[in-house]
């Protein structure tokens, strides 16, 4: 499985932008997609995870400003942020795994594969 990741970008304080996790090789061994981040100094956090039943979890410090859900037909996951704060600046990460353990457990340890990150920068 790989996956690529597009859409991080600098933005100001308040503003929008779309993440996109694309899929290719053996999707039928994927069941569910997410996002993390990482910010200087700072443990990899959980962003958004979605599982291919559409069972969705967020990390507490996104409910309600970021969105994540996905396009079957592409094989792709997108992640739409929202409101964007300064705090929300890291590298963001895409990942996938075959199980669906990131339902009891949000750790990035619960996730086998990983894209290479994209940078969010969210200037005040």
């Known amino acids: 499985v790989q996956l690529q990741a597009s859409g991080g970008g600098l933005v100001q304080a308040g503003g929008s932008l779309r993440l996109s996790c694309a899929a290719s090789?053996?999707?039928?061994?994927?069941?569910?997609m997410g996002w993390y981040r990482q910010a200087p100094g700072k443990q990899r956090e959980l962003v958004a995870v979605?599982?291919?039943?559409?069972?969705?979890n967020y990390g507490d410090s996104v409910k309600g400003r970021f969105t994540i859900y996905k396009d079957n037909d592409k094989g792709t996951v997108y992640l739409q942020m929202n409101s964007l704060k300064p705090e929300d600046t890291g590298v963001y990460y895409c990942a996938a795994d075959p199980t669906t353990t990131v339902v009891s457990d949000s750790r990035s340890e619960s996730m086998r594969y990983w894209g290479k990150g994209t940078l969010v920068t969210v200037s005040s």
């Open positions: 979605i599982t291919s039943s559409g069972w969705k």
């Open positions: 090789g053996s999707m039928f061994r994927i069941n569910a």
